[in-house]
Protein backbone atom coordinates (compact mmCIF):
# COMPACT_ATOMS: atom_id res chain seq x y z
CA UNK A 1 0.00 0.00 0.00
CA UNK A 2 1.48 3.43 -1.08
CA UNK A 3 1.16 6.23 1.53
CA UNK A 4 -2.00 7.51 -0.53
CA UNK A 5 -3.59 4.40 -0.54
CA UNK A 6 -3.11 4.37 3.52
CA UNK A 7 -4.12 7.54 4.32
CA UNK A 8 -7.06 7.19 1.92
CA UNK A 9 -7.80 3.68 3.89
CA UNK A 10 -7.78 5.28 7.57
CA UNK A 11 -9.79 7.66 6.36
CA UNK A 12 -12.36 5.22 4.93
CA UNK A 13 -11.04 3.37 8.50
CA UNK A 14 -12.50 6.69 10.49
CA UNK A 15 -15.56 6.99 8.29
CA UNK A 16 -16.79 3.23 9.34
CA UNK A 17 -15.99 3.93 12.65
CA UNK A 18 -17.79 7.30 12.70
CA UNK A 19 -21.54 5.66 10.78
CA UNK A 20 -20.58 2.75 13.46
CA UNK A 21 -21.08 5.21 16.25
CA UNK A 22 -23.97 6.77 15.28
CA UNK A 23 -26.10 3.59 14.37
CA UNK A 24 -24.46 1.66 17.65
CA UNK A 25 -26.79 2.94 20.36
CA UNK A 26 -30.15 2.85 17.84
CA UNK A 27 -29.20 -1.17 16.90
CA UNK A 28 -31.82 -3.18 18.36
CA UNK A 29 -29.41 -6.34 18.27
CA UNK A 30 -26.85 -5.30 20.89
CA UNK A 31 -23.77 -5.74 18.40
CA UNK A 32 -22.03 -2.57 20.43
CA UNK A 33 -21.51 -5.83 22.68
CA UNK A 34 -19.15 -7.49 20.35
CA UNK A 35 -16.03 -7.46 22.15
CA UNK A 36 -13.67 -6.34 18.71
CA UNK A 37 -15.98 -3.25 17.95
CA UNK A 38 -15.99 -2.24 21.71
CA UNK A 39 -12.47 -2.27 21.20
CA UNK A 40 -12.10 0.13 18.46
CA UNK A 41 -14.75 2.11 19.58
CA UNK A 42 -13.14 2.92 23.13
CA UNK A 43 -9.54 3.13 21.92
CA UNK A 44 -7.51 5.58 21.24
CA UNK A 45 -4.72 2.80 19.76
CA UNK A 46 -7.25 0.66 17.88
CA UNK A 47 -4.64 -1.08 16.16
CA UNK A 48 -2.79 -2.83 18.56
CA UNK A 49 -6.09 -3.74 20.44
CA UNK A 50 -7.77 -5.06 17.11
CA UNK A 51 -4.76 -7.54 16.71
CA UNK A 52 -4.94 -8.71 19.92
CA UNK A 53 -8.64 -8.79 19.99
CA UNK A 54 -8.47 -10.86 16.69
CA UNK A 55 -5.72 -13.18 18.05
CA UNK A 56 -8.10 -13.46 20.85
CA UNK A 57 -11.35 -14.49 18.88
CA UNK A 58 -9.62 -16.41 16.50
CA UNK A 59 -8.55 -18.95 18.96
CA UNK A 60 -12.18 -19.03 20.42
CA UNK A 61 -13.10 -19.43 16.67
CA UNK A 62 -11.18 -22.32 16.60
CA UNK A 63 -12.33 -24.05 19.73
CA UNK A 64 -15.93 -23.30 18.79
CA UNK A 65 -15.94 -25.18 15.35
CA UNK A 66 -13.18 -27.12 16.18
CA UNK A 67 -10.33 -25.96 13.58
CA UNK A 68 -7.07 -27.07 13.05
CA UNK A 69 -4.47 -26.52 10.27
CA UNK A 70 -1.75 -29.36 9.43
CA UNK A 71 0.68 -26.58 9.43
CA UNK A 72 1.90 -22.77 10.69
CA UNK A 73 1.94 -21.54 7.51
CA UNK A 74 -1.51 -22.35 7.07
CA UNK A 75 -2.52 -21.47 10.79
CA UNK A 76 -0.70 -17.76 9.79
CA UNK A 77 -2.47 -17.40 6.64
CA UNK A 78 -6.06 -18.32 8.08
CA UNK A 79 -5.23 -15.91 11.21
CA UNK A 80 -4.88 -13.00 7.91
CA UNK A 81 -7.88 -14.66 6.57
CA UNK A 82 -9.71 -14.17 9.62
CA UNK A 83 -8.58 -10.46 10.35
CA UNK A 84 -9.50 -9.62 6.65
CA UNK A 85 -13.53 -11.39 7.33
CA UNK A 86 -13.66 -9.32 11.11
CA UNK A 87 -13.31 -6.24 8.93
CA UNK A 88 -16.05 -7.77 6.10
CA UNK A 89 -18.17 -8.67 8.94
CA UNK A 90 -17.39 -4.61 10.24
CA UNK A 91 -18.45 -3.77 6.80
CA UNK A 92 -21.54 -5.70 6.80
CA UNK A 93 -22.96 -4.44 10.03
CA UNK A 94 -22.77 -0.81 8.33
CA UNK A 95 -24.50 -1.52 5.41
CA UNK A 96 -26.66 -3.75 7.01
CA UNK A 97 -27.46 -2.26 10.61
CA UNK A 98 -30.58 -4.47 11.62
CA UNK A 99 -29.22 -8.43 11.43
CA UNK A 100 -26.16 -8.80 13.10
CA UNK A 101 -22.69 -9.57 11.51
CA UNK A 102 -19.53 -10.90 13.22
CA UNK A 103 -17.39 -14.13 13.06
CA UNK A 104 -19.04 -17.16 11.46
CA UNK A 105 -18.15 -20.68 11.10
CA UNK A 106 -17.05 -19.55 7.72
CA UNK A 107 -14.64 -16.73 8.96
CA UNK A 108 -11.29 -18.71 7.74
CA UNK A 109 -12.77 -18.98 3.81
CA UNK A 110 -11.63 -16.02 1.64
CA UNK A 111 -14.93 -14.69 0.57
CA UNK A 112 -13.94 -16.50 -3.10
CA UNK A 113 -13.17 -19.86 -1.28
CA UNK A 114 -16.71 -19.32 0.23
CA UNK A 115 -18.38 -18.51 -2.73
CA UNK A 116 -16.63 -21.99 -4.74
CA UNK A 117 -17.48 -24.01 -1.38
CA UNK A 118 -20.99 -23.23 -0.45
CA UNK A 119 -22.70 -21.58 -3.84
CA UNK A 120 -21.27 -23.38 -6.62
CA UNK A 121 -20.33 -20.99 -9.87
CA UNK A 122 -23.34 -18.19 -11.68
CA UNK A 123 -23.06 -20.51 -14.60
CA UNK A 124 -24.04 -23.89 -12.64
CA UNK A 125 -27.24 -21.57 -11.41
CA UNK A 126 -28.64 -20.14 -14.44
CA UNK A 127 -31.79 -22.46 -15.58
CA UNK A 128 -30.72 -23.96 -18.92
CA UNK A 129 -33.76 -22.52 -21.48
CA UNK A 130 -35.02 -25.77 -22.48
CA UNK A 131 -35.96 -26.68 -18.85
CA UNK A 132 -39.38 -25.49 -18.57
CA UNK A 133 -41.56 -25.10 -15.54
CA UNK A 134 -44.90 -24.25 -15.62
CA UNK A 135 -46.39 -20.96 -13.83
CA UNK A 136 -48.37 -21.26 -10.68
CA UNK A 137 -52.23 -19.36 -11.06
CA UNK A 138 -52.47 -16.58 -9.16
CA UNK A 139 -54.00 -16.67 -5.76
CA UNK A 140 -56.01 -15.09 -3.77
CA UNK A 141 -54.57 -13.11 -0.93
CA UNK A 142 -57.56 -12.28 1.12
CA UNK A 143 -57.66 -14.95 3.48
CA UNK A 144 -54.27 -14.76 4.26
CA UNK A 145 -52.78 -14.49 7.87
CA UNK A 146 -50.50 -11.58 8.77
CA UNK A 147 -47.87 -14.52 10.73
CA UNK A 148 -47.25 -17.89 9.19
CA UNK A 149 -44.15 -20.53 10.89
CA UNK A 150 -44.71 -23.54 9.07
CA UNK A 151 -41.66 -24.76 12.07
CA UNK A 152 -44.16 -23.96 14.67
CA UNK A 153 -46.46 -26.14 13.12
CA UNK A 154 -44.24 -28.87 13.02
CA UNK A 155 -44.02 -29.22 9.39
CA UNK A 156 -40.35 -28.77 9.09
CA UNK A 157 -37.26 -30.96 10.02
CA UNK A 158 -34.10 -30.25 11.62
CA UNK A 159 -31.61 -27.73 9.94
CA UNK A 160 -29.19 -29.83 7.86
CA UNK A 161 -25.49 -29.26 6.68
CA UNK A 162 -24.89 -29.35 3.44
CA UNK A 163 -20.97 -29.54 4.08
CA UNK A 164 -18.66 -28.55 1.40
CA UNK A 165 -21.32 -29.54 -1.05
CA UNK A 166 -22.94 -27.48 -3.55
CA UNK A 167 -26.01 -29.16 -3.04
CA UNK A 168 -28.61 -26.05 -1.89
CA UNK A 169 -30.61 -26.93 -4.55
CA UNK A 170 -31.48 -30.46 -2.95
CA UNK A 171 -31.30 -29.24 0.45
CA UNK A 172 -34.07 -27.14 -0.75
CA UNK A 173 -36.14 -29.06 -2.61
CA UNK A 174 -36.22 -32.01 -0.21
CA UNK A 175 -37.74 -29.25 2.85
CA UNK A 176 -40.33 -28.17 -0.02
CA UNK A 177 -41.66 -31.82 -0.60
CA UNK A 178 -41.47 -32.55 3.86
CA UNK A 179 -43.46 -29.42 4.21
CA UNK A 180 -45.84 -30.62 1.14
CA UNK A 181 -46.24 -34.32 2.72
CA UNK A 182 -46.70 -32.96 5.68
CA UNK A 183 -49.76 -30.93 4.67
CA UNK A 184 -51.09 -33.35 2.34
CA UNK A 185 -50.55 -36.50 4.67
CA UNK A 186 -50.01 -35.07 8.23
CA UNK A 187 -46.59 -36.49 8.71
CA UNK A 188 -43.46 -35.37 8.61
CA UNK A 189 -40.94 -37.62 7.01
CA UNK A 190 -36.64 -36.77 7.26
CA UNK A 191 -36.65 -37.35 3.09
CA UNK A 192 -33.55 -38.18 1.70
CA UNK A 193 -31.65 -35.19 -0.20
CA UNK A 194 -28.80 -37.33 -0.57
CA UNK A 195 -31.16 -39.36 -3.41
CA UNK A 196 -31.43 -35.88 -4.98
CA UNK A 197 -27.52 -35.39 -5.45
CA UNK A 198 -26.89 -38.86 -6.47
CA UNK A 199 -29.40 -39.96 -8.56
CA UNK A 200 -31.01 -36.45 -10.40
CA UNK A 201 -27.22 -36.54 -12.17
CA UNK A 202 -27.81 -38.55 -15.17
CA UNK A 203 -31.03 -39.99 -15.16
CA UNK A 204 -32.85 -36.80 -14.44
CA UNK A 205 -35.11 -36.56 -17.98
CA UNK A 206 -35.71 -40.25 -18.98
CA UNK A 207 -36.48 -38.11 -22.58
CA UNK A 208 -33.12 -36.82 -22.61
CA UNK A 209 -30.71 -39.22 -23.63
CA UNK A 210 -27.25 -37.60 -23.93
CA UNK A 211 -24.95 -38.13 -20.48
CA UNK A 212 -23.76 -34.87 -18.60
CA UNK A 213 -26.48 -33.29 -20.33
CA UNK A 214 -26.96 -29.50 -19.39
CA UNK A 215 -30.54 -30.26 -18.27
CA UNK A 216 -29.05 -32.60 -15.78
CA UNK A 217 -28.29 -31.84 -12.19
CA UNK A 218 -24.36 -32.55 -10.90
CA UNK A 219 -24.36 -33.29 -7.32
CA UNK A 220 -22.36 -31.66 -5.00
CA UNK A 221 -21.24 -29.60 -8.41
CA UNK A 222 -24.33 -27.89 -8.55
CA UNK A 223 -27.87 -28.30 -9.44
CA UNK A 224 -31.74 -26.43 -10.06
CA UNK A 225 -34.62 -27.24 -8.23
CA UNK A 226 -36.52 -27.32 -11.05
CA UNK A 227 -34.75 -30.36 -12.38
CA UNK A 228 -35.07 -32.55 -8.79
CA UNK A 229 -38.19 -31.96 -8.67
CA UNK A 230 -39.15 -33.56 -12.19
CA UNK A 231 -36.92 -35.95 -11.39
CA UNK A 232 -38.91 -36.80 -7.95
CA UNK A 233 -42.07 -36.21 -9.89
CA UNK A 234 -41.17 -38.11 -13.86
CA UNK A 235 -38.68 -39.55 -13.60
CA UNK A 236 -37.71 -41.59 -9.74
CA UNK A 237 -41.61 -41.53 -8.70
CA UNK A 238 -40.39 -40.46 -5.47
CA UNK A 239 -37.97 -40.16 -2.78
CA UNK A 240 -36.99 -42.44 0.52
CA UNK A 241 -36.17 -41.65 3.81
CA UNK A 242 -33.01 -40.30 4.76
CA UNK A 243 -31.83 -42.75 7.45
CA UNK A 244 -33.43 -45.91 4.54
CA UNK A 245 -31.28 -44.23 2.49
CA UNK A 246 -28.19 -44.46 4.23
CA UNK A 247 -28.23 -47.47 4.93
CA UNK A 248 -29.24 -48.37 1.33
CA UNK A 249 -26.52 -46.44 -0.35
CA UNK A 250 -24.03 -49.88 -1.15
CA UNK A 251 -26.97 -50.98 -2.67
CA UNK A 252 -26.63 -50.70 -6.53
CA UNK A 253 -30.32 -50.21 -7.16
CA UNK A 254 -30.75 -46.85 -4.49
CA UNK A 255 -31.42 -44.71 -8.00
CA UNK A 256 -34.84 -46.36 -8.74
CA UNK A 257 -37.04 -45.22 -11.68
CA UNK A 258 -40.95 -44.54 -11.22
CA UNK A 259 -41.99 -48.33 -13.12
CA UNK A 260 -39.61 -49.77 -10.49
CA UNK A 261 -42.50 -48.79 -7.96
CA UNK A 262 -39.88 -49.17 -5.38
CA UNK A 263 -41.39 -49.87 -1.78
CA UNK A 264 -38.40 -47.58 -0.35
CA UNK A 265 -40.23 -44.42 -2.03
CA UNK A 266 -42.17 -42.91 0.55
CA UNK A 267 -42.88 -39.66 -0.84
CA UNK A 268 -43.72 -37.96 -3.96
CA UNK A 269 -44.88 -34.45 -5.75
CA UNK A 270 -47.46 -34.31 -7.38
CA UNK A 271 -47.27 -30.40 -8.90
CA UNK A 272 -45.22 -28.15 -8.72
CA UNK A 273 -44.72 -24.60 -10.66
CA UNK A 274 -43.06 -21.37 -10.32
CA UNK A 275 -44.80 -18.23 -8.44
CA UNK A 276 -45.04 -14.99 -10.25
CA UNK A 277 -42.33 -12.99 -8.16
CA UNK A 278 -44.39 -10.77 -5.76
CA UNK A 279 -44.37 -11.15 -1.71
CA UNK A 280 -48.05 -11.53 -1.36
CA UNK A 281 -48.07 -14.52 -3.97
CA UNK A 282 -45.25 -15.72 -1.79
CA UNK A 283 -47.65 -14.91 1.29
CA UNK A 284 -50.58 -16.86 -0.18
CA UNK A 285 -48.88 -19.66 -1.32
CA UNK A 286 -46.55 -20.08 1.79
CA UNK A 287 -50.04 -20.50 3.31
CA UNK A 288 -51.92 -22.72 1.11
CA UNK A 289 -49.35 -25.08 0.00
CA UNK A 290 -46.67 -25.09 2.61
CA UNK A 291 -42.64 -24.11 2.28
CA UNK A 292 -41.30 -22.65 -0.52
CA UNK A 293 -38.09 -23.34 -2.53
CA UNK A 294 -36.73 -19.79 -3.49
CA UNK A 295 -32.95 -18.65 -4.38
CA UNK A 296 -31.36 -15.67 -2.76
CA UNK A 297 -28.47 -13.47 -4.11
CA UNK A 298 -27.53 -11.71 -0.85
CA UNK A 299 -23.63 -11.54 0.00
CA UNK A 300 -24.55 -11.79 3.76
CA UNK A 301 -24.12 -15.55 4.31
CA UNK A 302 -20.45 -15.44 5.72
CA UNK A 303 -20.57 -13.57 8.14
CA UNK A 304 -24.67 -13.93 9.41
CA UNK A 305 -25.49 -14.48 12.83
CA UNK A 306 -28.91 -13.56 13.55
CA UNK A 307 -31.56 -10.20 13.34
CA UNK A 308 -33.81 -9.52 10.03
CA UNK A 309 -31.37 -8.93 6.90
CA UNK A 310 -32.97 -6.16 5.07
CA UNK A 311 -30.59 -4.16 3.06
CA UNK A 312 -29.68 -6.26 -0.47
CA UNK A 313 -25.72 -6.87 -1.68
CA UNK A 314 -25.29 -8.76 -4.17
CA UNK A 315 -22.53 -11.32 -4.83
CA UNK A 316 -20.63 -10.83 -7.39
CA UNK A 317 -20.58 -12.74 -10.31
CA UNK A 318 -24.06 -14.35 -11.00
CA UNK A 319 -24.12 -16.32 -7.72
CA UNK A 320 -27.53 -17.93 -6.14
CA UNK A 321 -28.25 -20.37 -3.06
CA UNK A 322 -31.48 -22.22 -2.74
CA UNK A 323 -32.95 -22.01 -0.14
CA UNK A 324 -36.56 -22.83 1.88
CA UNK A 325 -39.02 -20.51 3.11
CA UNK A 326 -41.23 -21.71 5.56
CA UNK A 327 -42.73 -18.48 7.02
CA UNK A 328 -43.24 -14.87 7.59
CA UNK A 329 -44.75 -12.16 9.66
CA UNK A 330 -45.59 -8.69 8.62
CA UNK A 331 -42.16 -7.38 7.14
CA UNK A 332 -40.06 -10.67 7.00
CA UNK A 333 -39.88 -13.95 5.81
CA UNK A 334 -38.18 -16.62 8.01
CA UNK A 335 -36.02 -18.68 5.73
CA UNK A 336 -34.26 -22.09 6.80
CA UNK A 337 -30.78 -22.38 5.13
CA UNK A 338 -28.63 -25.09 4.55
CA UNK A 339 -25.34 -24.96 6.67
CA UNK A 340 -26.33 -26.48 9.75
CA UNK A 341 -27.62 -25.73 13.11
CA UNK A 342 -24.26 -23.64 14.32
CA UNK A 343 -25.22 -21.26 11.67
CA UNK A 344 -27.04 -17.99 11.55
CA UNK A 345 -30.30 -18.28 13.62
CA UNK A 346 -30.27 -21.67 14.75
CA UNK A 347 -29.71 -22.59 11.09
CA UNK A 348 -32.83 -19.80 9.91
CA UNK A 349 -32.19 -16.41 8.61
CA UNK A 350 -34.68 -13.71 8.33
CA UNK A 351 -34.97 -11.19 5.84
CA UNK A 352 -36.82 -8.10 4.87
CA UNK A 353 -39.95 -9.25 2.63
CA UNK A 354 -38.66 -6.79 0.01
CA UNK A 355 -35.20 -7.29 0.26
CA UNK A 356 -35.77 -11.52 -1.49
CA UNK A 357 -37.33 -9.42 -4.59
CA UNK A 358 -34.92 -6.83 -4.48
CA UNK A 359 -37.71 -4.57 -4.83
CA UNK A 360 -38.19 -6.43 -8.09
CA UNK A 361 -34.84 -6.88 -9.80
CA UNK A 362 -34.20 -9.78 -8.60
CA UNK A 363 -36.27 -12.92 -9.55
CA UNK A 364 -35.73 -15.50 -6.56
CA UNK A 365 -37.70 -18.14 -8.88
CA UNK A 366 -40.13 -19.09 -5.82
CA UNK A 367 -41.29 -22.97 -6.60
CA UNK A 368 -43.95 -24.27 -4.27
CA UNK A 369 -44.91 -28.15 -4.57
CA UNK A 370 -48.06 -30.23 -3.47
CA UNK A 371 -47.41 -33.90 -2.70
CA UNK A 372 -49.27 -37.06 -3.17
CA UNK A 373 -51.55 -37.99 -0.27
CA UNK A 374 -50.92 -41.30 0.36
CA UNK A 375 -53.77 -42.43 1.99
CA UNK A 376 -56.82 -41.26 -0.92
CA UNK A 377 -59.81 -41.38 0.01
CA UNK A 378 -62.25 -43.59 -1.72
CA UNK A 379 -64.46 -42.11 -4.38
CA UNK A 380 -68.19 -43.67 -3.91
C1 LIG B 1 -40.84 -20.22 14.25
O1 LIG B 1 -41.09 -21.34 15.06
C2 LIG B 1 -39.93 -21.94 15.62
C3 LIG B 1 -40.35 -23.22 16.33
O2 LIG B 1 -41.31 -22.96 17.31
C4 LIG B 1 -39.25 -20.93 16.56
O3 LIG B 1 -38.08 -21.48 17.10
C5 LIG B 1 -38.92 -19.67 15.77
O4 LIG B 1 -38.37 -18.71 16.63
C6 LIG B 1 -40.15 -19.13 15.08
N1 LIG B 1 -39.73 -18.04 14.22
C7 LIG B 1 -40.26 -16.83 14.30
C8 LIG B 1 -39.65 -15.78 13.45
O5 LIG B 1 -41.20 -16.58 15.03
Not at 322 to 332: I, K, M, Q, R
Amino acid sequence: MDANATSNFSSLLLLLLLSLLSTASTSMHGFIDDPLIQQVVSSSDGRDDLLMSAEHQFSEFKKEYGKSYPTQEEEDYRFGVFISNLRLARRNQILDPSAVHGVTKFSDLTPSEFRRQYLGSGRQMQLPKDIIISKAPILSTDDVPNTLNWTNMGAVTSVKDQGICNSCWAFSTIAVLEGAHFKANNELLELSAQQLIDCSTDTCDSTDEKKGSKKCNKGCKGGYREVAFKYIKDYAGGVMKADDYSSAEKDNKKCFKKSDNDERSVASVKEYSKIEANVDQYASYLYHHGPLAVKTDLEYDQTYKGGPICHHKKHPGNVAHAVTLVGYDESHWIVKNSYGENWGDRGYFTVCKNVLTNDGTWDPDAIYADAVAKNKKIDF
